[in-house]
Protein backbone atom coordinates (compact mmCIF):
# COMPACT_ATOMS: atom_id res chain seq x y z
CA UNK A 1 0.00 0.00 0.00
CA UNK A 2 2.00 3.17 -0.87
CA UNK A 3 1.97 6.50 1.05
CA UNK A 4 -1.04 8.60 0.55
CA UNK A 5 -0.82 11.74 -1.76
CA UNK A 6 -2.02 14.94 -0.50
CA UNK A 7 -4.89 16.65 -1.56
CA UNK A 8 -4.02 20.30 -3.26
CA UNK A 9 -6.66 21.50 -0.55
CA UNK A 10 -4.73 19.81 2.68
CA UNK A 11 -1.52 20.32 4.25
CA UNK A 12 0.01 17.65 5.74
CA UNK A 13 -0.88 16.52 9.06
CA UNK A 14 1.83 16.68 11.83
CA UNK A 15 2.75 14.36 14.26
CA UNK A 16 4.79 13.98 16.81
CA UNK A 17 5.72 10.75 18.18
CA UNK A 18 6.54 10.10 22.28
CA UNK A 19 8.83 7.26 22.65
CA UNK A 20 10.60 7.18 19.15
CA UNK A 21 13.02 3.98 20.52
CA UNK A 22 11.90 0.18 19.95
CA UNK A 23 8.88 -0.15 17.83
CA UNK A 24 8.54 3.71 18.07
CA UNK A 25 10.78 3.90 14.94
CA UNK A 26 8.10 2.16 13.14
CA UNK A 27 5.89 5.34 14.00
CA UNK A 28 8.87 8.06 12.64
CA UNK A 29 9.31 5.67 9.73
CA UNK A 30 5.88 5.35 8.85
CA UNK A 31 4.40 9.23 9.29
CA UNK A 32 7.69 10.31 7.79
CA UNK A 33 7.43 8.57 4.67
CA UNK A 34 4.00 9.24 3.69
CA UNK A 35 2.61 12.35 1.88
CA UNK A 36 -0.11 13.47 3.96
CA UNK A 37 2.01 13.41 7.01
CA UNK A 38 4.75 15.44 8.62
CA UNK A 39 6.54 14.09 11.67
CA UNK A 40 7.19 17.66 13.81
CA UNK A 41 9.00 16.31 17.01
CA UNK A 42 9.80 13.10 18.73
CA UNK A 43 9.95 13.02 22.56
CA UNK A 44 12.02 10.86 24.77
CA UNK A 45 13.32 10.23 27.75
CA UNK A 46 17.21 10.52 27.58
CA UNK A 47 18.33 13.94 26.27
CA UNK A 48 21.23 12.85 23.98
CA UNK A 49 19.61 9.73 22.91
CA UNK A 50 16.69 11.76 21.66
CA UNK A 51 19.25 14.73 20.14
CA UNK A 52 20.34 12.04 17.95
CA UNK A 53 16.85 10.28 17.06
CA UNK A 54 15.71 13.61 16.21
CA UNK A 55 18.63 14.50 13.84
CA UNK A 56 18.18 10.90 12.19
CA UNK A 57 14.71 11.60 11.72
CA UNK A 58 15.29 15.32 10.66
CA UNK A 59 12.80 16.41 12.95
CA UNK A 60 12.63 18.44 16.61
CA UNK A 61 13.56 16.45 19.71
CA UNK A 62 12.28 17.09 23.54
CA UNK A 63 12.38 15.58 26.51
CA UNK A 64 9.16 17.39 28.10
CA UNK A 65 5.45 16.36 26.62
CA UNK A 66 4.56 20.10 27.47
CA UNK A 67 7.18 22.37 26.13
CA UNK A 68 6.50 19.99 22.51
CA UNK A 69 2.62 20.90 22.74
CA UNK A 70 3.61 24.40 22.95
CA UNK A 71 6.48 24.87 20.78
CA UNK A 72 5.09 22.55 17.83
CA UNK A 73 1.00 22.18 18.13
CA UNK A 74 0.75 18.91 16.48
CA UNK A 75 -2.60 17.19 14.96
CA UNK A 76 -1.70 13.94 16.45
CA UNK A 77 0.36 12.66 18.80
CA UNK A 78 1.21 8.94 18.90
CA UNK A 79 2.85 7.45 21.95
CA UNK A 80 5.04 4.28 21.88
CA UNK A 81 6.59 4.38 25.00
CA UNK A 82 7.47 1.21 26.57
CA UNK A 83 4.82 -1.22 27.44
CA UNK A 84 4.23 -0.48 31.30
CA UNK A 85 4.64 3.53 30.85
CA UNK A 86 1.92 4.24 28.80
CA UNK A 87 -0.71 5.41 31.28
CA UNK A 88 0.71 9.08 32.74
CA UNK A 89 2.19 10.28 29.13
CA UNK A 90 -1.28 9.32 27.61
CA UNK A 91 -3.45 11.05 30.52
CA UNK A 92 -1.22 14.31 30.38
CA UNK A 93 -1.89 14.46 26.56
CA UNK A 94 -5.86 14.07 26.68
CA UNK A 95 -6.25 16.48 29.16
CA UNK A 96 -4.20 18.81 26.87
CA UNK A 97 -7.31 18.12 23.97
CA UNK A 98 -4.62 16.44 21.34
CA UNK A 99 -5.99 13.81 18.89
CA UNK A 100 -4.17 10.36 20.06
CA UNK A 101 -2.77 7.07 18.82
CA UNK A 102 -1.42 4.55 21.56
CA UNK A 103 0.19 1.36 21.25
CA UNK A 104 -0.89 -1.52 22.76
CA UNK A 105 -1.23 -2.42 25.18
CA UNK A 106 -3.40 0.26 26.52
CA UNK A 107 -2.55 0.27 29.90
CA UNK A 108 -2.18 -2.82 33.08
CA UNK A 109 -4.69 -1.67 35.35
CA UNK A 110 -8.83 -1.31 34.44
CA UNK A 111 -9.31 1.63 36.60
CA UNK A 112 -6.42 3.46 35.04
CA UNK A 113 -7.92 2.36 31.14
CA UNK A 114 -11.64 3.42 32.24
CA UNK A 115 -9.90 6.64 33.50
CA UNK A 116 -8.36 7.40 30.22
CA UNK A 117 -11.17 6.52 27.76
CA UNK A 118 -13.77 8.58 30.86
CA UNK A 119 -11.19 11.98 30.22
CA UNK A 120 -11.19 11.12 26.42
CA UNK A 121 -15.07 10.65 25.81
CA UNK A 122 -15.56 13.80 27.91
CA UNK A 123 -13.38 16.11 25.49
CA UNK A 124 -14.88 13.94 22.66
CA UNK A 125 -11.25 12.94 21.83
CA UNK A 126 -9.96 11.18 18.84
CA UNK A 127 -8.61 7.88 20.67
CA UNK A 128 -6.95 4.96 18.45
CA UNK A 129 -4.79 1.95 19.64
CA UNK A 130 -2.81 0.22 17.44
CA UNK A 131 -4.18 -3.36 17.03
CA UNK A 132 -2.60 -3.56 13.61
CA UNK A 133 -2.68 -7.35 13.20
CA UNK A 134 -5.84 -6.73 11.90
CA UNK A 135 -4.50 -5.12 8.91
CA UNK A 136 -2.44 -8.00 7.89
CA UNK A 137 -3.79 -9.48 4.27
CA UNK A 138 -4.36 -12.65 6.09
CA UNK A 139 -6.74 -11.40 8.69
CA UNK A 140 -8.45 -9.17 5.78
CA UNK A 141 -9.14 -11.85 3.72
CA UNK A 142 -9.93 -14.34 6.45
CA UNK A 143 -12.50 -11.89 7.81
CA UNK A 144 -13.91 -11.38 4.31
CA UNK A 145 -14.27 -15.25 3.80
CA UNK A 146 -16.13 -15.43 7.04
CA UNK A 147 -18.19 -12.42 5.98
CA UNK A 148 -19.22 -14.09 2.91
CA UNK A 149 -20.36 -17.29 4.69
CA UNK A 150 -17.10 -19.92 3.55
CA UNK A 151 -16.55 -21.15 7.25
CA UNK A 152 -20.47 -21.50 8.28
CA UNK A 153 -21.18 -21.38 11.79
CA UNK A 154 -17.98 -20.97 13.94
CA UNK A 155 -17.72 -24.16 15.80
CA UNK A 156 -14.09 -23.69 17.43
CA UNK A 157 -10.77 -21.51 16.88
CA UNK A 158 -7.20 -21.58 18.12
CA UNK A 159 -4.83 -19.13 18.78
CA UNK A 160 -1.06 -19.65 19.17
CA UNK A 161 1.88 -16.69 19.36
CA UNK A 162 4.79 -16.17 20.91
CA UNK A 163 8.75 -15.62 21.22
CA UNK A 164 11.33 -14.28 23.00
CA UNK A 165 10.25 -12.13 26.47
CA UNK A 166 10.11 -8.52 26.81
CA UNK A 167 10.49 -8.99 30.56
CA UNK A 168 8.47 -5.89 32.54
CA UNK A 169 8.00 -5.27 35.97
CA UNK A 170 4.45 -7.12 35.79
CA UNK A 171 3.79 -10.56 36.47
CA UNK A 172 0.80 -11.09 34.03
CA UNK A 173 3.20 -8.76 31.22
CA UNK A 174 3.44 -11.79 28.72
CA UNK A 175 -0.43 -12.21 28.99
CA UNK A 176 -1.33 -8.26 28.70
CA UNK A 177 0.94 -6.72 26.56
CA UNK A 178 1.57 -9.64 24.08
CA UNK A 179 -1.92 -11.50 23.94
CA UNK A 180 -3.89 -8.42 23.92
CA UNK A 181 -3.50 -9.01 19.83
CA UNK A 182 -4.50 -12.60 20.74
CA UNK A 183 -7.87 -11.34 21.98
CA UNK A 184 -8.63 -8.53 20.05
CA UNK A 185 -7.86 -10.42 16.95
CA UNK A 186 -10.18 -13.64 17.87
CA UNK A 187 -13.03 -11.15 18.80
CA UNK A 188 -12.87 -9.19 15.54
CA UNK A 189 -12.99 -12.69 13.23
CA UNK A 190 -15.10 -14.65 15.66
CA UNK A 191 -17.09 -12.54 17.89
CA UNK A 192 -17.73 -11.66 21.48
CA UNK A 193 -15.62 -14.35 23.79
CA UNK A 194 -18.02 -14.94 26.91
CA UNK A 195 -15.87 -16.98 29.45
CA UNK A 196 -12.08 -18.10 29.78
CA UNK A 197 -10.32 -20.85 31.88
CA UNK A 198 -6.20 -20.37 32.39
CA UNK A 199 -3.47 -22.29 33.12
CA UNK A 200 -0.42 -20.80 33.74
CA UNK A 201 3.35 -21.58 33.82
CA UNK A 202 6.28 -19.66 35.19
CA UNK A 203 10.17 -20.34 36.19
CA UNK A 204 10.63 -20.40 40.10
CA UNK A 205 9.15 -17.52 41.33
CA UNK A 206 9.01 -15.26 38.13
CA UNK A 207 6.63 -14.09 36.06
CA UNK A 208 3.89 -16.22 34.31
CA UNK A 209 5.73 -16.82 31.14
CA UNK A 210 3.60 -19.07 29.33
CA UNK A 211 -0.06 -19.67 29.36
CA UNK A 212 -2.87 -21.92 27.73
CA UNK A 213 -6.52 -20.54 27.89
CA UNK A 214 -9.62 -22.18 26.96
CA UNK A 215 -12.42 -19.73 25.85
CA UNK A 216 -16.04 -20.23 25.26
CA UNK A 217 -17.49 -17.99 22.26
CA UNK A 218 -20.58 -16.26 22.78
CA UNK A 219 -22.11 -18.08 19.21
CA UNK A 220 -21.95 -21.53 21.66
CA UNK A 221 -17.67 -21.94 19.90
CA UNK A 222 -15.14 -23.05 21.71
CA UNK A 223 -11.34 -21.83 21.69
CA UNK A 224 -8.08 -22.16 22.53
CA UNK A 225 -5.30 -19.77 23.07
CA UNK A 226 -1.40 -20.50 24.26
CA UNK A 227 0.78 -17.85 24.57
CA UNK A 228 4.46 -17.54 25.64
CA UNK A 229 7.63 -15.65 26.26
CA UNK A 230 9.16 -19.13 26.39
CA UNK A 231 10.13 -19.56 22.74
CA UNK A 232 11.35 -18.12 19.69
CA UNK A 233 10.42 -15.89 17.31
CA UNK A 234 12.77 -17.69 15.03
CA UNK A 235 10.96 -20.33 14.71
CA UNK A 236 8.75 -21.35 11.90
CA UNK A 237 5.36 -20.45 12.74
CA UNK A 238 5.48 -18.70 15.79
CA UNK A 239 2.04 -17.73 14.92
CA UNK A 240 -0.67 -19.92 13.99
CA UNK A 241 -4.47 -19.01 13.62
CA UNK A 242 -6.97 -21.90 12.78
CA UNK A 243 -10.53 -21.03 12.55
CA UNK A 244 -12.73 -24.31 12.23
CA UNK A 245 -16.60 -23.58 10.42
CA UNK A 246 -19.22 -26.28 9.25
CA UNK A 247 -18.70 -25.47 6.02
CA UNK A 248 -14.94 -24.63 6.02
CA UNK A 249 -11.55 -23.75 7.77
CA UNK A 250 -9.04 -21.04 7.36
CA UNK A 251 -5.40 -21.42 9.02
CA UNK A 252 -3.33 -17.75 8.93
CA UNK A 253 0.37 -18.59 9.30
CA UNK A 254 2.90 -15.61 11.16
CA UNK A 255 0.43 -13.15 10.19
CA UNK A 256 1.56 -12.30 7.00
CA UNK A 257 3.15 -15.52 5.70
CA UNK A 258 0.06 -17.04 4.43
CA UNK A 259 -3.45 -17.92 4.61
CA UNK A 260 -5.49 -21.03 3.54
CA UNK A 261 -8.60 -21.62 2.95
CA UNK A 262 -10.75 -25.26 2.63
CA UNK A 263 -14.00 -26.01 2.14
CA UNK A 264 -15.69 -29.72 4.24
CA UNK A 265 -15.24 -32.63 2.39
CA UNK A 266 -12.40 -30.61 -0.75
CA UNK A 267 -9.13 -31.84 -0.60
CA UNK A 268 -8.63 -28.96 -2.30
CA UNK A 269 -7.58 -25.25 -0.89
CA UNK A 270 -7.51 -21.88 -1.45
CA UNK A 271 -3.71 -20.41 -0.79
CA UNK A 272 -2.40 -17.08 -0.13
CA UNK A 273 0.89 -15.55 0.17
CA UNK A 274 3.03 -12.56 -1.27
CA UNK A 275 4.13 -12.67 -4.17
CA UNK A 276 7.83 -12.09 -5.30
CA UNK A 277 7.22 -8.31 -5.47
CA UNK A 278 4.85 -7.86 -2.74
CA UNK A 279 7.33 -6.76 -0.23
CA UNK A 280 4.39 -4.83 1.37
CA UNK A 281 1.67 -7.11 2.57
CA UNK A 282 5.06 -9.94 3.21
CA UNK A 283 6.52 -7.41 5.88
CA UNK A 284 4.92 -7.60 9.55
CA UNK A 285 5.51 -3.91 9.59
CA UNK A 286 3.61 -3.06 7.06
CA UNK A 287 0.56 -4.00 8.93
CA UNK A 288 1.35 -0.58 11.15
CA UNK A 289 1.40 1.31 7.27
CA UNK A 290 -2.02 0.02 6.25
CA UNK A 291 -3.51 0.74 10.17
CA UNK A 292 -2.75 4.54 9.62
CA UNK A 293 -3.86 4.57 6.10
CA UNK A 294 -7.27 4.13 7.36
CA UNK A 295 -6.88 6.20 10.73
CA UNK A 296 -6.17 9.20 8.48
CA UNK A 297 -9.19 9.81 6.52
CA UNK A 298 -11.30 9.33 9.80
CA UNK A 299 -9.41 11.77 12.05
CA UNK A 300 -9.59 14.44 9.08
CA UNK A 301 -13.30 14.30 8.68
CA UNK A 302 -13.99 14.07 12.59
CA UNK A 303 -14.89 10.36 12.84
CA UNK A 304 -14.37 7.69 15.05
CA UNK A 305 -11.06 6.05 15.14
CA UNK A 306 -10.86 2.32 13.00
CA UNK A 307 -9.71 0.69 16.16
CA UNK A 308 -10.64 2.83 19.50
CA UNK A 309 -9.26 2.61 22.55
CA UNK A 310 -12.03 0.92 24.09
CA UNK A 311 -10.77 -2.58 22.15
CA UNK A 312 -7.46 -2.31 24.02
CA UNK A 313 -9.79 -1.76 27.69
CA UNK A 314 -11.59 -5.36 26.01
CA UNK A 315 -8.43 -6.87 25.54
CA UNK A 316 -7.15 -5.61 29.36
CA UNK A 317 -10.74 -6.85 30.64
CA UNK A 318 -10.12 -10.43 28.81
CA UNK A 319 -6.42 -10.77 30.41
CA UNK A 320 -7.93 -9.93 33.83
CA UNK A 321 -10.83 -12.57 33.51
CA UNK A 322 -7.66 -15.29 32.38
CA UNK A 323 -5.77 -13.69 35.45
CA UNK A 324 -8.96 -14.39 37.85
CA UNK A 325 -9.27 -17.80 36.47
CA UNK A 326 -5.81 -19.16 36.84
CA UNK A 327 -5.89 -17.38 40.45
CA UNK A 328 -9.51 -18.98 41.53
CA UNK A 329 -9.16 -22.59 39.50
CA UNK A 330 -12.40 -21.46 38.10
CA UNK A 331 -14.10 -20.70 34.80
CA UNK A 332 -14.71 -16.67 34.72
CA UNK A 333 -17.26 -14.91 32.70
CA UNK A 334 -16.14 -11.81 30.68
Known amino acids: MAPADVSPSSSPLRVAVVGPGGWGRQHVRVFSERLDTTVVAIVGRDEERTRRQAAEANTAGFTDIATMLDAVQPDLVTVALPNEHHFAPTLQLIRAGVPLLVEKPLVFDLAEADQLLREAAERDLFL???FNHRYAEPMLRAQAAITAGALGDIVFTSWRFGGEANIGTHPHAQLIETQCHAFDT???LCGPIVSVMAQMARAGG???TTVAIALELANGGVGSLVGTY??????PLTHQMEINGRAGRLLIEDT???LTISAAGDETSQVWQAGYFNDEAREFQRTFDRHVSALL???RSGGQPPIHARAGRRALDLAMGCIASFETGRRVSV
Open 128 to 130: AIN
Open 186 to 188: IEH
Open 206 to 208: GPY
Open 230 to 235: DSSYAY
Open 256 to 258: VRR
Open 297 to 299: PAL
